[in-house]
Protein backbone atom coordinates (compact mmCIF):
# COMPACT_ATOMS: atom_id res chain seq x y z
CA UNK A 1 0.00 0.00 0.00
CA UNK A 2 0.90 4.10 -0.63
CA UNK A 3 3.08 5.62 2.11
CA UNK A 4 0.42 6.28 5.12
CA UNK A 5 0.65 9.06 8.04
CA UNK A 6 -1.07 8.46 11.46
CA UNK A 7 -4.32 9.57 10.52
CA UNK A 8 -5.08 8.35 7.24
CA UNK A 9 -3.51 4.95 9.27
CA UNK A 10 -6.18 5.03 11.98
CA UNK A 11 -9.05 6.20 9.77
CA UNK A 12 -8.34 2.78 7.19
CA UNK A 13 -8.41 0.84 10.67
CA UNK A 14 -12.00 1.08 10.61
CA UNK A 15 -13.45 2.59 7.08
CA UNK A 16 -15.76 -0.10 5.73
CA UNK A 17 -14.66 -1.63 2.66
CA UNK A 18 -16.49 -4.88 1.94
CA UNK A 19 -19.53 -5.30 4.00
CA UNK A 20 -21.29 -2.16 5.81
CA UNK A 21 -20.33 -4.39 9.30
CA UNK A 22 -21.50 -2.93 12.57
CA UNK A 23 -21.37 0.73 13.16
CA UNK A 24 -21.66 0.86 17.12
CA UNK A 25 -18.15 -1.95 17.30
CA UNK A 26 -16.71 0.62 14.52
CA UNK A 27 -17.22 3.19 16.43
CA UNK A 28 -15.89 2.13 19.72
CA UNK A 29 -12.66 0.46 17.57
CA UNK A 30 -11.93 3.74 16.34
CA UNK A 31 -11.87 5.78 19.85
CA UNK A 32 -10.43 2.93 21.55
CA UNK A 33 -7.72 2.27 18.68
CA UNK A 34 -7.32 5.80 18.32
CA UNK A 35 -6.53 6.53 21.94
CA UNK A 36 -4.22 3.84 22.03
CA UNK A 37 -2.36 5.04 18.85
CA UNK A 38 -2.42 8.44 20.58
CA UNK A 39 -1.19 6.68 23.79
CA UNK A 40 1.95 5.36 22.23
CA UNK A 41 2.79 8.41 20.27
CA UNK A 42 2.82 10.68 23.13
CA UNK A 43 4.14 8.29 25.82
CA UNK A 44 6.45 7.34 22.89
CA UNK A 45 5.67 3.66 23.82
CA UNK A 46 8.70 1.68 22.43
CA UNK A 47 8.43 -1.74 19.92
CA UNK A 48 9.54 -3.79 23.43
CA UNK A 49 7.29 -2.10 25.40
CA UNK A 50 4.14 -2.57 23.48
CA UNK A 51 5.27 -6.35 22.26
CA UNK A 52 5.49 -6.78 25.88
CA UNK A 53 2.24 -5.73 26.61
CA UNK A 54 0.41 -7.42 23.70
CA UNK A 55 2.22 -10.99 25.27
CA UNK A 56 1.16 -9.90 28.93
CA UNK A 57 -2.22 -9.88 27.02
CA UNK A 58 -1.89 -13.40 25.40
CA UNK A 59 -1.56 -14.01 29.09
CA UNK A 60 -4.08 -12.78 30.75
CA UNK A 61 -6.42 -14.27 28.20
CA UNK A 62 -5.12 -17.51 28.65
CA UNK A 63 -4.71 -17.61 32.50
CA UNK A 64 -8.56 -16.72 32.57
CA UNK A 65 -7.88 -13.48 34.35
CA UNK A 66 -9.73 -11.36 32.51
CA UNK A 67 -12.61 -10.74 34.77
CA UNK A 68 -9.52 -9.94 37.34
CA UNK A 69 -8.11 -7.40 36.20
CA UNK A 70 -11.61 -6.02 34.65
CA UNK A 71 -12.61 -5.62 38.69
CA UNK A 72 -9.07 -4.38 39.75
CA UNK A 73 -8.97 -1.55 37.06
CA UNK A 74 -12.16 -0.35 38.13
CA UNK A 75 -14.29 -1.09 35.09
CA UNK A 76 -16.83 -3.12 37.28
CA UNK A 77 -17.31 -0.58 39.76
CA UNK A 78 -17.92 2.30 37.24
CA UNK A 79 -20.80 -0.04 35.66
CA UNK A 80 -21.96 0.17 38.69
CA UNK A 81 -21.93 4.11 39.34
CA UNK A 82 -23.09 4.24 35.95
CA UNK A 83 -26.10 1.90 36.87
CA UNK A 84 -26.44 4.07 40.93
CA UNK A 85 -26.77 6.84 38.33
CA UNK A 86 -29.57 5.65 35.67
CA UNK A 87 -31.38 4.93 39.11
CA UNK A 88 -31.14 8.31 40.50
CA UNK A 89 -32.10 9.92 37.12
CA UNK A 90 -35.26 7.08 37.02
CA UNK A 91 -36.51 8.20 40.97
CA UNK A 92 -35.21 5.06 41.99
CA UNK A 93 -33.47 5.46 45.12
CA UNK A 94 -33.07 3.17 48.44
CA UNK A 95 -33.01 -0.54 49.04
CA UNK A 96 -29.68 -2.08 49.37
CA UNK A 97 -26.80 -0.98 47.53
CA UNK A 98 -25.84 -3.00 43.94
CA UNK A 99 -21.92 -4.39 44.05
CA UNK A 100 -20.32 -6.02 41.39
CA UNK A 101 -20.34 -9.56 40.63
CA UNK A 102 -16.94 -10.45 40.27
CA UNK A 103 -15.21 -13.20 38.44
CA UNK A 104 -16.05 -16.03 40.09
CA UNK A 105 -19.78 -16.80 39.89
CA UNK A 106 -20.62 -20.16 38.49
CA UNK A 107 -24.56 -20.85 37.53
CA UNK A 108 -26.36 -23.47 38.36
CA UNK A 109 -25.69 -24.23 42.07
CA UNK A 110 -28.25 -26.47 44.33
CA UNK A 111 -31.04 -25.26 44.46
CA UNK A 112 -33.59 -25.53 47.91
CA UNK A 113 -36.45 -23.77 49.23
CA UNK A 114 -36.18 -20.90 52.31
CA UNK A 115 -33.23 -22.37 54.07
CA UNK A 116 -29.63 -23.92 52.92
CA UNK A 117 -26.19 -25.23 54.21
CA UNK A 118 -23.42 -23.54 51.90
CA UNK A 119 -20.66 -25.66 53.46
CA UNK A 120 -22.22 -28.99 53.50
CA UNK A 121 -20.70 -29.27 56.98
CA UNK A 122 -17.28 -29.75 56.07
CA UNK A 123 -15.65 -26.51 55.18
CA UNK A 124 -13.16 -25.12 57.91
CA UNK A 125 -14.24 -21.76 59.56
CA UNK A 126 -16.48 -20.25 61.88
CA UNK A 127 -20.12 -21.04 61.86
CA UNK A 128 -22.13 -18.46 60.11
CA UNK A 129 -25.74 -17.81 59.58
CA UNK A 130 -27.66 -14.89 57.97
CA UNK A 131 -31.54 -15.05 57.61
CA UNK A 132 -33.06 -11.94 55.52
CA UNK A 133 -35.98 -10.78 53.33
CA UNK A 134 -36.37 -10.17 49.96
CA UNK A 135 -38.45 -6.51 49.42
CA UNK A 136 -39.15 -4.40 46.59
CA UNK A 137 -38.16 -0.85 46.31
CA UNK A 138 -41.30 -0.19 48.02
CA UNK A 139 -41.18 -2.53 50.90
CA UNK A 140 -43.33 -5.18 49.52
CA UNK A 141 -41.85 -8.96 50.29
CA UNK A 142 -41.00 -10.83 47.51
CA UNK A 143 -42.45 -14.15 47.05
CA UNK A 144 -40.05 -17.67 45.76
CA UNK A 145 -37.32 -14.47 44.82
CA UNK A 146 -34.37 -16.82 43.80
CA UNK A 147 -31.29 -15.92 45.93
CA UNK A 148 -27.76 -17.03 44.70
CA UNK A 149 -25.35 -17.04 47.80
CA UNK A 150 -21.27 -17.62 47.00
CA UNK A 151 -18.34 -16.76 48.78
CA UNK A 152 -14.74 -18.31 49.40
CA UNK A 153 -13.44 -21.24 51.50
CA UNK A 154 -11.03 -20.53 54.39
CA UNK A 155 -8.44 -20.50 51.86
CA UNK A 156 -9.79 -17.78 50.28
CA UNK A 157 -10.51 -20.13 46.96
CA UNK A 158 -13.90 -20.28 45.22
CA UNK A 159 -14.95 -23.93 44.15
CA UNK A 160 -14.69 -24.49 39.91
CA UNK A 161 -11.35 -21.81 40.37
CA UNK A 162 -9.53 -23.09 43.24
CA UNK A 163 -8.16 -27.03 44.17
CA UNK A 164 -10.01 -29.02 46.58
CA UNK A 165 -13.17 -27.80 46.68
CA UNK A 166 -15.82 -29.91 45.63
CA UNK A 167 -18.15 -28.59 42.61
CA UNK A 168 -20.43 -25.99 43.90
CA UNK A 169 -19.47 -26.25 47.27
CA UNK A 170 -20.06 -22.84 49.19
CA UNK A 171 -22.61 -21.68 46.20
CA UNK A 172 -26.56 -22.07 46.48
CA UNK A 173 -29.59 -21.45 45.33
CA UNK A 174 -32.13 -20.66 47.96
CA UNK A 175 -35.93 -19.77 46.81
CA UNK A 176 -37.64 -17.92 49.48
CA UNK A 177 -40.99 -18.44 50.93
CA UNK A 178 -44.54 -16.79 50.15
CA UNK A 179 -43.14 -13.63 52.72
CA UNK A 180 -39.67 -13.09 50.72
CA UNK A 181 -37.65 -15.24 53.86
CA UNK A 182 -34.70 -16.59 53.34
CA UNK A 183 -32.10 -18.19 55.75
CA UNK A 184 -28.68 -20.35 55.70
CA UNK A 185 -25.55 -21.32 56.76
CA UNK A 186 -22.17 -21.91 56.02
CA UNK A 187 -18.52 -21.04 57.42
CA UNK A 188 -17.30 -17.44 57.69
CA UNK A 189 -15.25 -16.50 54.49
CA UNK A 190 -11.72 -14.34 55.14
CA UNK A 191 -10.71 -12.35 52.40
CA UNK A 192 -9.73 -12.86 49.02
CA UNK A 193 -6.29 -12.31 47.38
CA UNK A 194 -5.01 -12.06 43.62
CA UNK A 195 -3.48 -15.37 42.82
CA UNK A 196 0.55 -14.90 43.13
CA UNK A 197 3.02 -15.26 39.96
CA UNK A 198 -0.10 -14.87 37.41
CA UNK A 199 -0.55 -11.81 34.53
CA UNK A 200 -2.79 -9.58 37.53
CA UNK A 201 -0.55 -9.61 39.91
CA UNK A 202 2.47 -8.90 37.69
CA UNK A 203 0.59 -5.92 36.73
CA UNK A 204 -0.79 -4.93 40.42
CA UNK A 205 2.99 -5.12 41.45
CA UNK A 206 4.20 -2.87 38.73
CA UNK A 207 1.56 -0.48 39.60
CA UNK A 208 2.35 -0.80 43.61
CA UNK A 209 -1.44 -1.80 44.26
CA UNK A 210 -2.17 -4.80 46.78
CA UNK A 211 -4.47 -7.61 45.45
CA UNK A 212 -6.37 -8.26 48.44
CA UNK A 213 -10.74 -7.51 48.99
CA UNK A 214 -11.79 -7.81 52.57
CA UNK A 215 -13.93 -10.97 53.79
CA UNK A 216 -17.49 -10.75 51.47
CA UNK A 217 -20.02 -13.20 50.69
CA UNK A 218 -21.89 -12.75 47.15
CA UNK A 219 -25.27 -12.32 46.18
CA UNK A 220 -27.95 -12.35 43.05
CA UNK A 221 -31.40 -11.79 43.74
CA UNK A 222 -33.69 -12.29 41.20
CA UNK A 223 -37.62 -12.70 40.57
CA UNK A 224 -39.87 -12.75 37.88
CA UNK A 225 -40.97 -8.85 37.03
CA UNK A 226 -38.15 -7.41 38.69
CA UNK A 227 -34.62 -6.19 37.80
CA UNK A 228 -32.21 -8.39 39.32
CA UNK A 229 -29.86 -7.21 41.92
CA UNK A 230 -26.18 -8.30 42.63
CA UNK A 231 -24.59 -7.52 45.87
CA UNK A 232 -22.35 -8.58 48.44
CA UNK A 233 -22.41 -8.11 52.13
CA UNK A 234 -19.09 -7.41 54.08
CA UNK A 235 -17.84 -8.80 57.33
CA UNK A 236 -16.80 -5.94 59.65
CA UNK A 237 -13.21 -5.71 60.93
CA UNK A 238 -10.98 -7.00 58.10
CA UNK A 239 -8.20 -4.86 57.47
CA UNK A 240 -9.19 -4.06 53.44
CA UNK A 241 -12.69 -2.85 54.40
CA UNK A 242 -11.79 0.54 53.05
CA UNK A 243 -9.52 -0.60 50.71
CA UNK A 244 -10.77 -3.03 48.59
CA UNK A 245 -8.53 -3.65 45.28
CA UNK A 246 -11.88 -4.33 43.35
CA UNK A 247 -13.22 -1.58 44.74
CA UNK A 248 -16.82 -3.63 45.50
CA UNK A 249 -17.01 -2.74 49.21
CA UNK A 250 -20.24 -0.05 49.88
CA UNK A 251 -20.97 1.84 53.49
CA UNK A 252 -24.37 0.31 53.27
CA UNK A 253 -23.49 -3.60 52.78
CA UNK A 254 -21.30 -4.02 55.92
CA UNK A 255 -23.17 -6.14 58.27
CA UNK A 256 -22.61 -6.18 62.04
CA UNK A 257 -21.73 -9.91 63.42
CA UNK A 258 -23.44 -11.56 66.98
CA UNK A 259 -20.81 -13.73 67.91
CA UNK A 260 -20.91 -16.56 70.07
CA UNK A 261 -24.66 -16.67 69.62
CA UNK A 262 -26.90 -19.48 69.31
CA UNK A 263 -30.10 -18.44 66.92
CA UNK A 264 -33.11 -20.65 67.77
CA UNK A 265 -35.05 -22.49 65.52
CA UNK A 266 -31.96 -22.94 63.68
CA UNK A 267 -31.98 -27.12 64.50
CA UNK A 268 -32.93 -27.98 60.81
CA UNK A 269 -29.38 -26.81 60.17
CA UNK A 270 -27.79 -28.29 62.53
CA UNK A 271 -27.17 -25.52 65.42
CA UNK A 272 -28.95 -25.91 68.66
CA UNK A 273 -27.58 -24.46 71.68
CA UNK A 274 -25.22 -24.10 73.80
CA UNK A 275 -23.39 -22.90 70.70
CA UNK A 276 -19.84 -24.18 69.91
C1 LIG B 1 -13.40 -11.90 44.17
O1 LIG B 1 -13.72 -12.81 45.10
C2 LIG B 1 -14.25 -10.92 43.95
O2 LIG B 1 -15.37 -10.91 44.66
C3 LIG B 1 -13.98 -9.93 43.00
C4 LIG B 1 -14.94 -8.82 42.79
C5 LIG B 1 -12.82 -9.96 42.29
C6 LIG B 1 -11.94 -10.97 42.52
C7 LIG B 1 -12.22 -11.95 43.46
FE1 LIG C 1 -15.63 -12.62 45.79
Known sequence: MSELNQKQLLELVTSVNVA???????ALVARVVGDLFKTIDELDVSADEFWKAADWLSRL???GQVGLITAGLGFDRLLDIRADEADERAGRSGGTPRAIEGPLYVAGAPLSKVEA???EGNSAGEVFVMEGQVRTLAGQPVAHALIDVWHANSQGGYSHFFPGLKPYELRRRIETDAKGHYRFRTALPPGYS????SPT????????RHGHRPAHVHFLVAAPGQRTLTTQVNIPGDTY??????????DGLIVELERGVAPAGYESLGISAPFV
Do not use: H, K, M, Y
Not at 241 to 250: E, N, Q, V
Open 20 to 26: PGNARVR
Open 61 to 63: GTS
Open 117 to 119: RLD
Open 194 to 197: IPPN
Open 201 to 208: SELFEALG
Open 241 to 250: IDDDFAFATR
